[in-house]
């Protein structure tokens, strides 16, 4: 085995927080059908319509909230505790608190959080925690009430993450492993997630009910994130000792 200190890079999507209860706008059913999502899940949408807006996501955060992390956010936060954040990067697309709930210490969110609002104005991003998403919050730096959005990227939005993103799976060595779990490669297609080089790679694993662009991964694990991640334990754990 190589000297370097082999690093899991995990990106995950919906597919993670669906056995925790969360619907997800790609599902139908839930408080996603009782709302127009051009108006309340795009930029221009929340510039015409800040109080359904506010009113949507103050919805999905009262789920959220009522929601509990399930085995694969605990096997995830378990793994980060494991071999330390340096070599276990956590990146999800996912805007609820379920992994840091299960116990990670380090997550990036590429879609932004319902646990924070951001100020269109100043572009301060600010946390709330567990309050709730409160239309008439003022921005803490610039004072303005009206500019301030939800924390989460909407369609027309540049994602700050995407750059973490870019470096963390740019910065992939042979050795790596990548993992990605229960996403549809919609929003984020496959060639932001698997490097060129990387295609088809061995240590390239993906855990899906209905794998996403399967040729792009060596190891393709048909399953729900909850059952699927014990089926990759034993053979991660021997490689990350190794
Ligand atoms: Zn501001």
Redesign the pocket.
């Known amino acids: 085995m190589s000297s370097a200190v082999r690093r899991l890079v995990i990106i995950t999507g919906a597919g993670l927080s669906a056995e925790s209860g969360l619907a997800t706008f790609r599902d139908a059913g839930g408080i996603w059908s009782q709302y127009d999502l051009a108006e309340v899940c795009s930029y221009p949408g929340w510039r015409r319509h800040r109080a359904k807006v506010f009113e949507f996501y103050a919805k999905c955060k009262e789920e959220v909230l009522a929601a509990q992390p399930n085995s694969a956010h605990h096997c995830l936060a378990r793994w980060q505790q494991k071999w330390g954040p340096q070599r276990v990067k956590l990146l999800t697309q996912n805007v609820d608190d379920l992994l840091e709930r299960a116990g990670a210490e380090r997550v990036m969110h590429l879609h932004g959080e319902l646990t924070s609002l951001l ?6 991003k600010f946390d709330i925690g567990r309050g709730p998403v409160d239309p008439t919050r ?7 009430v009206e ?2 959005k939800p924390g989460v990227v909407m369609f027309g939005e540049t994602s700050p993450g995407y750059h973490r993103l870019g470096a963390a799976v740019d910065g992939l060595e042979p050795e790596d492993i990548l993992l990605v779990i229960g996403t549809s490669m919609q929003v984020i297609p496959v060639s932001r997630l698997v490097p060129a080089w990387r295609t088809g790679h061995a240590l390239n694993w993906q855990v899906n009910p209905a794998p996403a662009e399967p040729v792009y991964f060596g190891w393709n694990v048909a399953a729900s994130a909850c059952d699927g991640l014990p089926q990759l334990e034993p053979m991660l754990s021997q490689l990350m000792s190794d």
């Open positions: 100020c269109d104005n100043c572009y301060r003022a921005c803490p730096l610039c004072h303005e500019p301030v």
